[in-house]
């Protein structure tokens, strides 16, 4: 059964970075796109960034370009997103993803179960 | 970017009711929409790809439709369990999107 487990969050000041981590199991993890969806506290789902099965192809949400970047270890089974300039607006619980289970499609078929992003002074 | 809107933003409704969300897209998706339940607390959990293929594992009282710019998800007797919110997602553009959300509450 396919198991996504991320780590990495906590509080941080505005203007600061932090590495969110994602471990994968249970799946070839080599074989399928992967993304980070955070949802702000009461709030709704974004989809933050996408990455292709093997690094080549990165996509972002455009309030998060130039400030993070979604990177992945195949031999690892790990997925990361890297966080700078941080601000309030990014807090949130941060999911980590599989993408598109059944086709090459964006659909999100495992979730993991969040990680808290706090930024605040 | 494509914008979802849902609707209604919350529901009320009983044990065994039917009930239908809709989902309209700022232009034409084709086929390609998301469903997905989320509880208080949890991760979201996916029902329904491709606008109306249901999930593995999913029960068969969740039904999707709709393709171009309106879609529906449809629950034919709610169980106890089905009281939730519900997102819609698009997948046409490599930007993707999800709708506002939908609360299913208890009558």
């Known amino acids: 059964e396919a198991q996504l487990v991320e780590s990495g969050g906590g509080l941080v000041q505005p203007g600061g970075s932090l590495t969110l981590s994602c471990a994968a199991s249970?799946?070839?993890?080599?074989?399928?796109?992967m993304s980070w969806v955070r949802q702000a506290p009461g709030k709704g789902l974004e989809w933050v960034a996408n990455?292709?099965?093997?690094?080549?192809?990165?996509y972002y949400m455009d309030s998060v370009k130039d400030r993070f970047t979604i990177s992945r270890d195949n031999a690892e089974n790990s997925l990361y997103l890297q966080m700078s300039t941080l601000s309030s607006e990014d807090t949130a619980v941060y999911y980590c993803?599989?993408?598109?289970?059944?086709?090459?499609?964006?659909?999100?078929?495992?979730w993991g179960q969040g990680v808290l992003v706090t930024v605040a002074s | 970017d494509i914008q979802m809107t849902q609707s209604p933003s919350t529901l009320s409704a009983s044990v065994g009711d039917r009930i239908t969300i809709t989902c309209r897209a700022s232009?034409?998706?084709?086929?390609?929409l998301a469903w997905y339940q989320q509880k208080p607390g949890r991760a979201p959990k996916l029902l329904i790809y491709?606008?109306?293929s249901l999930e593995t594992g999913v029960p068969s009282r969740f039904s999707g439709s709709g393709s171009g710019t309106e879609f529906t998800l449809t629950v034919s007797s709610l169980q106890p369990d089905d009281f939730a919110t519900y997102y819609c997602?698009?997948?046409?553009?490599?930007?993707?999107?999800f709708g506002q959300g939908t609360r299913l509450e208890i009558k």
């Open positions: 249970g799946f070839t993890f080599s074989n399928y796109w």
């Open positions: 997602q698009q997948y046409n553009s490599y930007s993707i999107t």
């Open positions: 232009q034409s998706i084709s086929k390609w």
């Open positions: 491709q606008a109306s």
């Open positions: 993803a599989r993408v598109g289970c059944h086709d090459v499609s964006s659909y999100f078929c495992n």
């Open positions: 990455i292709k099965h093997d690094g080549s192809a990165k």
